[in-house]
């Protein structure tokens, strides 16, 4: 299986809502990733998970909150989004870049189209 | 510290005609570098990668790219344009580990195939 799956595929949420995305895969991964994508963009990263622990936060507002359950889930929790958050949401697994022999390809998932009234 | 330079926006070319996209990159370590493409309303697919080794690259849907260490550059071609190949097309760079194997993109270029 060399696939990363996301649910939902588009989410409609008011601004003082609170949703969450999710992102599954079953390749054995341990590094997960959520980026942030605008049309016409290339994607920009938020956070990093490696074995299950948050490694990178690009600095992201905290109305964005990552949670990693286990090696194959990651989850992003949405609480009181701006419009200007509205964009596709991906993501990505690669092997941890802690080994030698590892080079980071990442797989992606197909995004959540996420648009914040 | 890495880059990667895509210039121009959007590249249009006749079917059946060559396809070359230009990536230029910029890094501290040895590189690994990746092509990336996205169709519309869909998340991104790897086309090809060069990690060590062979510097002309072989990927999917017929797409093969060139690792040139002396230029820096990694332009990725096709002998000849089919109409699904519209799509954006992303260079990426990463370095092996720690803060080097973030995934730095280029900001893409759109592929549009005229019939």
């Known amino acids: 299986d060399t696939e990363v799956t996301q649910t939902p595929k588009h989410l409609v949420m008011g601004m003082t809502n609170k949703k969450s995305l999710k992102c599954e895969q079953h390749m054995g991964h341990r590094a997960m990733y959520w980026y942030k994508q605008k049309a016409k963009k290339p994607p920009e990263l938020m956070f990093v998970y490696s074995y299950e622990k948050l490694s990178i936060n690009e600095s992201v507002p905290s109305r964005f909150s990552p949670e990693c359950p286990n090696s194959s889930l990651l989850n992003l929790h949405l609480h009181a989004l701006q419009p200007e958050d509205s964009a596709l949401y991906l993501c990505?697994?690669?092997?941890?870049?802690?080994?030698?022999?590892?080079?980071?390809?990442?797989?992606f998932g197909p995004g959540t189209r996420l648009t914040v009234l | 510290a890495q880059s990667v330079t895509q210039l121009g926006s959007h590249v249009s070319v006749s079917e059946g005609a060559l396809v070359l996209l230009r990536c230029n990159y910029s890094s501290s370590v040895p590189p690994y570098l990746f092509w990336y493409v996205q169709y519309p309303n869909q998340g991104l697919q790897l086309l090809l990668k060069y990690t060590t080794g062979a510097t002309l690259v072989k990927g999917i849907n017929g797409f093969e790219a060139e690792f040139k260490k002396s230029e820096t550059s990694f332009h990725l071609t096709k002998p000849s344009a089919h109409m699904s190949d519209a799509a954006e097309y992303f260079c990426?760079?990463?370095?092996?580990?720690?803060?080097?194997?973030?995934?730095?993109f280029g900001k893409g270029i759109t592929l549009s195939v005229r019939p």
């Open positions: 990426a760079v990463s370095g092996m580990s720690g803060a080097n194997s973030k995934l730095t």
């Open positions: 990505a697994s690669s092997q941890t870049s802690g080994r030698p022999s590892s080079y980071n390809e990442q797989f």
